[in-house]
């Protein structure tokens, strides 16, 4: 995370938001304590429409998970 006075921060204010952008943290103070971090907003997660809808979506396995399960521990052994 990196500092940066007041100051500095109005004459760098659009290089410090690209820094932000990039994922660095920037603490802005005035008089040496901290008053104003700037951080990326996180994009929200999109929505599934529904959940039958994503299992739907995912690839099927060949085999049940109980099989699977032992053809794996088999393995190991």
Do not use: C
Not at 22 to 48: C, D, W
């Amino acid at each position: 995370m990196s500092t940066v006075n007041l100051a500095t921060a109005k004459a760098q204010l659009s290089e410090l938001i690209y820094r932000a952008e990039s994922g660095e943290e920037i603490l802005v103070t005035r008089h040496g304590q901290p008053v104003v971090r700037i951080s990326a907003v996180q994009q929200p997660k999109k929505r599934i429409a529904s959940r039958a809808a994503f299992r739907a979506s995912l690839p099927g396995w060949s085999q049940d998970s109980a099989k699977l399960i032992r053809a794996m521990r088999d393995e190991e052994r």
